[in-house]
């Protein structure tokens, strides 16, 4: 018998793996995901879904290590599974280069990842505006393909799943005895916290089946990731832009940066704007 | 100055663009012609998956460790350019894996960022305990054969579909050089002993979240003749088998199990793959590449050959490197004969 009632709000990843999580280990919880939007249509769809963590300041920085590695290890044994391309998970080899020298060489996540080591001049070489690098081996998690995957597994172990948009808190805890609020951005119109602000990004999607490595700009602006079906390139990095419609500046200025790191992906046709 | 090439496969391509960048403009007329009876996409290495990597080991063949480095070099300095997805060359990384621990092998200096894996890796690949890590090359037959016959005629290279029974029919055709590319049939030609068909099956499978390429070596069962799994711009190569002495071209359902198995039980992935097509092919195999002038009489005179063959499974990663060292054995010749002046003019 069930009888606590969890609800988490947002079928993102953040929502989705809460819901699939809380699901499959408490058992005396029934769990219902409340969302607006499913896959494809959340944020975490258009992402690239490369693990390569950023550092937050203003945590410590213990627990970000855990939960880094936590998530890499649970994929990472998705990814040596048969589940593998049902869910979108797979090993990703590249780089990342730098303009100039960062002052942090070794990230606090260099030993959770794989063969983490610096660029060699050789391997440099191709990257003649960028004087140091880092090569590595991480995980990609495509939420295209993992998000509906995630679904199965929660309606597997007796989830449910509402579509509809939350706008009350309170009125939703009349009915549930935990409320999970994995909304992202939508929290700040449903807590009304104005520390949660948009940070706009548009990609690309273009058809290069020959590239099997990425390469990551460290000034985060410019990443090449090919993926399952299409490598997505972009991006821009915009606070407190609220637009959801393509820009055709930024889509030159991604064309262009990208091309520098990546000529032959002049070659390449363009599948899709994101 | 006629030189006729035998074989169509990526050697005999290769060579005749070698023979041309170097002697176009030193000796004229140059005329150029390649004599097969099979072209691309269904020659020798049309099939192979197209990675860059020599056998582990060179057992002292010091010249071959270099033509390999010179061929990825040569490879590597087209990446950025503009041709290089019409060449059908991009970079992957991958997996050397061996059961047990292995000496360092020849191309670890030619390749980018090689290293040893980690523990961490290893566990990734139960069975395995030991191995390597690099980015390298991928040089696909399929687009760089006719990318090279597209560079080769457009120079006015001329191409010939025919059987050639014997060397001599070119002589006595006009054929001042012949170059013989013929792979694992030059011994219709002219029998050699150690050259011995090493028979290859692979099978063509979707998999497009597959982005490295692993290799397992087992001491026991000799190179290519344990699972290996090749991404390519299009499907993914499972292999192998290397079954020496097999001229067998037909595809056989035992080894296409055999394989299937062994490659399921180290990418687990694989499973849910598309299995596309299943392919056969005879690497030339030999002790070592034949590269060398022979004088081959004839009735009253002599002519010369050329030899370059015998690259077993490692003819793309090789072939720039043999086919610069051919052209230098034909500089040799054209030198001995008088044609080619020390202080090369660049017209006549």
Partial sequence: ?274 | MKVCIIGAGVIGLSTAQSIYQHFHSRVSPLTIEVYADIFTPLTTSDGAAGLWQPYLYDKGNVKETQWNKDTFNYLLSFINSPDSVKMGIFLQSGYNLCAEPMPEPSFKQAVLGFRQLSKRELEMFPGYSFGWFNTALMIEGKTYLPWLMNWLKQRGVTFFQRTIDSFKELSDSGADMIINCSGVRSGDLQPDPELQPARGQIIKVDAPWLKHWVITHDSTSGVYDSPYIIPGSRLVTVGGVFQVGNWNRMNSSVDHKGIWEAACKLEPSLQHARIVEDWTGLRPARSKVRLEREAIRSGGHSFEVIHNYGHGGFGLTIHRGCAEEAARLFGQFLEQKGLLTAQAKSRL
């Fill in chain 1, 1 to 274: 018998m069930k009888r606590v009632k969890v609800a988490v709000v947002g079928a993102g990843v953040v929502g989705l793996s809460t819901a699939v999580c809380i699901a499959e280990t408490l058992p005396y919880c029934s769990v219902t995901l409340i969302s607006e939007k499913f896959s494809p249509h959340t944020t975490s769809d258009g992402a690239a879904g490369i693990l390569l963590p950023k550092e937050f300041p203003d945590i410590p920085l213990e627990w970000q290590q855990q939960w880094f590695k936590k998530s890499f290890e649970y994929l990472l044994a998705i990814a040596d599974s048969p589940q593998a391309s049902d869910a979108g998970v797979y090993l990703s080899s590249g780089y990342q280069i730098f303009k100039d020298v960062p002052r942090d060489k070794k990230p606090f996540w260099a030993d959770l990842v794989f063969g983490f080591r610096y660029m060699t001049d050789h391997e440099l070489k191709r990257f003649p505006d960028h004087k140091f690098g880092q090569a590595f081996t991480t995980l990609k998690c495509e939420c295209l393909s993992y998000l509906p995957w995630l679904e199965q597994r929660f309606i597997a172990v007796g989830g449910r799943i509402i579509h509809e948009k939350v706008t009350d808190l309170h009125k939703l805890a009349l009915n549930y005895d935990a409320i999970i609020n994995c909304s992202g951005l939508g929290s700040r119109a449903l807590l009304k916290d104005e520390e949660v602000y948009p940070v706009r990004g548009q990609i690309l999607k273009l058809h290069a089946p020959w590239l099997k490595n990425f390469i990551r700009d460290g000034d985060g602006n410019t990443y090449i990731y090919p993926g399952i079906r299409f490598v997505s390139v972009g991006g821009t990095r915009q606070a407190d832009d609220w637009r959801m419609e393509l820009d055709e500046r930024d889509r030159e200025g991604i064309l262009e940066r990208s091309v520098r790191l990546e000529p032959s992906l002049r070659a390449a046709a363009i599948l899709g704007l994101l």
